[in-house]
């Protein structure tokens, strides 16, 4: 069924990159045959998956939506890939995104953009605009994500749909295609809260290929769906994230969202993070620097991309047109950005100064946990915005990420929930939970109170 639908509706969606027909219904019967023979398999064995193309597919064409990455077919699967796949997931096939995540609108992807299936003139989000658009327009059921700086959060906002950015450590990057790698943080994509938690469930845990991945169990999330209980929770609104920049539409659905947990039994405290407004500008010094470093990888002589390989130019020469015909536009951006403020002289002004911020947001959140249980703010400031509208002025662009940086400056676990509709342009609204590390179970717990 979810095949047929892809064969309708994906021609003007553009959710997928590749659509694994075979591999998928070849995967199902599979898991068709082991049910008939009694085997008791785990509640989602047989449900069928979109991966984002950041995560390598063993012979599934992988490409980070990147001409540097066009046609290369992985050895290997990652770890979660891999964990999807012993849970008797079928993988339906690869979703778009941002070139390298990088981006909030789909529109940086070298294979065009992924249209909003709430209304084809709009963005659904980036960088995981196909996994959120394959959901919003019922080609998948479950989705895989990636989250650096909001690219779980604010596709799920803008389309409606449920988005979980994990702790950072408790889901594998193994076999995740790095962009800034203490930042990125893969995690689930679904229509429902329980479904996300079942997904982030098989996703989650210590893995040994990933060091930076934390050996303690995952927290109970799967109950904590299950029980949309807020009563005595003492839940904080982020008093930064308001007004100057903010939809009026987002800004009333948001207050409807917290006076029903109110209602619900829950207590409201606000709450003032000084250094949430730092954030932003200290993540595009991070995430450029550690981006810049992970792309220098694609050198032409590994593997991916190679140009003027004609024995005619040197080593430096092919390099040089390779990675000049294999980045796009935001990509190169990055790419000076990040090694600008890394280089000799600016480091300490730069880099250092943003590690510093880091820090300072990191501690505003501590401070936070000593008054409240988790934190709420809209996931975006503005609903889904049309295609082209802010290609041309990347600072707009940035600005989506606005209220879901913050998380991953810390590390925090957080999630986007549907709470409505805007009565301006009949686009859904997002709420973001955000709680404390490891304690993941929180998010859910306020998510499933606002299904
Ligand atoms: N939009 C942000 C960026 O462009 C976040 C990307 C992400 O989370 N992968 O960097």
């Known amino acids: 069924a979810h095949l047929e639908r892809i064969n309708e509706v994906d021609g003007d969606v553009h959710a997928f990159l590749l659509v694994d027909h075979d591999g998928a219904v070849e995967a199902a019967r599979r898991i068709d045959s082991r049910i008939a023979s009694g085997e008791k398999l785990g509640p989602l064995a047989g449900v069928p998956l979109a991966v984002k193309d950041l995560f390598c597919t063993k012979g599934l064409a992988t490409t980070a939506s990147s001409r540097m990455l066009e046609g290369w077919v992985p050895p290997y699967n990652s770890t979660i890939v891999s964990r999807c796949k012993d849970a008797g997931m079928v993988i339906l096939g690869k979703t778009n995104l941002d070139e390298f995540a990088m981006g909030s609108s789909t529109e940086t992807s070298a294979f065009g953009p992924t249209h909003n299936p709430w209304d084809l003139d709009r963005i659904p989000g980036g960088s995981g605009g196909g996994s959120s658009a394959s959901l919003a327009?019922?080609?998948?059921?479950?989705?895989?994500?990636?989250?650096?700086?909001?690219?779980?959060?604010?596709?799920?906002?803008?389309?409606?749909?449920v988005g979980i950015k994990p702790t950072y450590g408790s889901t594998s990057r193994y076999g995740v295609i790095a962009m800034a790698s203490s930042l990125d943080t893969p995690g689930p994509c679904a229509r429902t809260v329980l479904d996300a938690a079942l997904l982030h469930q098989v996703m989650a845990g210590h893995d040994p290929m990933d060091q930076t991945t934390i050996d303690q169990p995952t927290p109970a999330i799967v109950e904590a769906a299950?029980?949309?209980?807020?009563?005595?929770?003492?839940?904080?609104?982020?008093?930064?994230?308001?007004?100057e920049g903010y939809d009026p539409q987002v800004e009333a659905r948001f207050n409807e969202a917290v006076e029903m947990l109110t209602a619900a039994g829950a207590q409201i405290v606000e709450v003032s993070c000084p250094h949430f407004d730092l954030a932003l500008p200290a993540y595009y010094l991070i995430q450029p620097a550690e981006l810049s470093s992970n792309l220098a990888r694609y050198d032409a002589m590994r593997y991916g991309l190679r140009v003027d390989d004609d024995g005619e130019h040197s080593a430096e020469q092919v390099m040089r047109a390779t990675r000049g015909a294999g980045f796009g536009a935001e990509a190169k951006r990055r790419?000076?950005?990040?090694?600008?403020?890394?280089?000799?002289?600016?480091?300490d002004a730069y880099y250092g100064s943003a590690q510093k911020v880091r820090t300072l947001i990191q501690r505003d959140f501590e401070k936070a946990w000593q008054s409240c249980d988790v934190l709420v703010s809209p996931a975006t400031p503005t609903t889904a915005f049309r295609l082209g509208e802010r290609t041309a002025d990347p600072m707009a662009m940035y600005r989506c990420d606005l209220c879901t940086i913050p998380a991953n400056m810390a590390g925090s676990p957080a999630g986007s929930f549907p709470i409505g509709l805007s009565e301006t342009d009949g686009m859904p609204v997002g709420m973001q939970v955000m709680a404390p590390i490891m304690a993941d179970d929180r998010v859910y717990r306020v998510g499933a109170a606002l299904e």
């Open 226 to 243: 299950n029980q949309p209980d807020v009563a005595g929770m003492k839940i904080g609104v982020v008093t930064e994230f308001a007004g």
């Open 137 to 161: 327009s019922f080609e998948s059921p479950l989705a895989l994500g990636t989250d650096t700086g909001g690219s779980i959060r604010q596709p799920g906002a803008v389309t409606g749909t």
């Open 335 to 347: 790419i000076i950005l990040g090694t600008y403020a890394l280089s000799a002289g600016y480091y």
